[in-house]
């Protein structure tokens, strides 16, 4: 097998379905209900939620494997530890005689397993791995001796790899919160310790700059087209498949922040008729249903469009607030955040609009400041920025590394047991 290359003279090579039983028993007892999102990607670790699942699920045994066969790339196996249920898009396998079930699981964990059953999947929205193919996959069968002794290194190293992943995961945490602590200072204290304060009105907000305002988003907007949500229902009808040179900008582009994203399309004439709704380099986006509240600011524009109806355009005064320092607020002042999930209207599914958006009160330092603010940050933000590079690097480095050790050891690339004899 190609993908295997060489491996040791003494080892089998068998169609994995030879090694690992597919379960199909249903059952409904929920002792222990598993389901994707419960199983940590190219680790097999376990993740407890809160999530209350439906339908019968397959029944598994403690050493059965979970592999999740809806967007296999995920790399979701998991090697059940006590009885249960795989709820949802499951492949559930029983180890066979003479097959170590944490070999089994290392053996689907392989990158280039995975590679190959993602490139087998079938749709497109929601790609799936067939039994007949993973199933057929030829996998490496050893003695069962070395399946354990491999087993046991594998255990035995990917643990150290994980213990220095999950540091770099926590370093990475921590310079989230102090890079919200010092935008959040900034932002709301200015940068002058010895300056004069004064009560902001705003509860959660406490003291604020003295010489600072604090003032409603509506006061800081162009009036009449300062804040504007994009246009509903029969205005968009005659929406086009081919590029017409105008287009509609929606959630997409505002969560991204890559414009260029999309195929809503309009005709000029209709984009024309909803002139007040469109976009200009300058603007800030929000999201209005969904993921509340994120905001980008328009740098670049492809082609001339308009907001649609999932979306809020805000428009400033220039005179009185940069674009740049609303849309910092927005994206990533704490307070801003409080006061959009206050907010939220509708219980199923909540939603911001102009009104909302409109009220919600910002800290206004002069124009000078704002710009002293935004140089200090640009600064700051570029250290945490490298720091959170590097330790992504260190992750992206440590997981290739684990990748490349389960690869090796399975395939029998590596000799694991003199290394456990050394090791002893």
């Known amino acids: 097998m190609e993908w295997l290359g060489q491996v040791p003279e003494h080892w089998g090579v068998n169609p994995l379905k030879r090694n690992l039983r597919l379960l199909t028993e249903k059952t409904d007892r929920r002792e222990h209900p598993v389901a994707l999102e419960n199983i940590e990607g190219w680790t097999g670790r376990f993740i407890p939620t809160e999530s209350e699942f439906q339908g019968d699920g397959v029944a598994f045994e403690p050493g059965d494997i979970l592999f999740g066969k809806l967007r296999p790339y995920l790399a979701k196996a998991y090697r059940a530890e006590s009885s249960g249920e795989a709820v949802g898009d499951f492949h559930v396998m029983r180890p066979q005689e003479e097959i170590d079930s944490r070999f089994s ?88 310790p010895d300056a004069p304060m004064k009560d902001s009105g705003i509860e959660w907000l406490g003291q604020v700059p003295a010489h600072w305002e604090v003032k409603r988003t509506k006061y800081v907007v162009l009036k009449n087209e300062g804040i504007q949500m994009g246009p509903f229902g029969g205005m968009l009808l005659d929406l086009n498949d081919a590029d017409t ?113 409109a009220n919600i009160a910002v800290v206004l330092p002069s124009i000078a400041q704002q710009k002293d603010v935004m140089a200090y940050l640009d600064n700051e933000l570029g250290k945490f920025n490298t720091l959170t590079t590097e330790a992504q690097k260190a992750i992206d480095l440590l997981q290739e590394r684990r990748s490349a050790l389960i690869s090796a050891a399975v395939t029998g690339q590596i000799d694991v047991r003199t290394i456990l004899q050394k090791a002893a």
């Open 245 to 357: 040179g105008f287009k509609v900008y929606g959630q997409e582009n505002t969560i991204s922040g890559d414009f260029s994203r999309g195929s809503r399309w309009l005709s000029e004439e209709r984009f024309r008729s909803l002139i007040n709704y469109h976009i200009e380099i300058g603007d800030l986006l929000l999201t209005r249903k969904g993921s509340l509240g994120n905001a980008r600011l328009v740098q670049a524009l492809p082609q001339p469009g308009m907001a649609d109806s999932d979306t809020i355009r805000v428009r400033v005064d220039e005179s009185l607030i940069l674009p740049t320092f609303l849309a910092l607020l927005f994206h990533e002042a704490g307070y801003i955040a409080q006061q959009l999930n206050l907010a939220k209207r509708g219980a199923i599914l909540p939603g911001l609009n102009s009104e909302i958006i």
């Open 105 to 192: 699981q290392y053996q689907i964990l392989n990158r280039r397993f995975i590679d190959i059953v993602d490139g087998s999947t079938f749709g497109s929205k929601m790609p799936r791995a067939s039994w007949e193919f993973v199933g057929g996959m030829r996998i490496t069968t050893p003695p069962l001796a070395e399946q354990t002794a491999i087993a046991d290194f594998l255990d035995q190293e990917t643990v150290k790899i994980n213990e220095l992943i999950t540091e770099q995961e926590r370093l990475i945490e921590l310079l989230k919160e102090k890079r919200q602590a010092v935008i959040s200072h900034a932002v709301t204290k200015g940068l002058n």
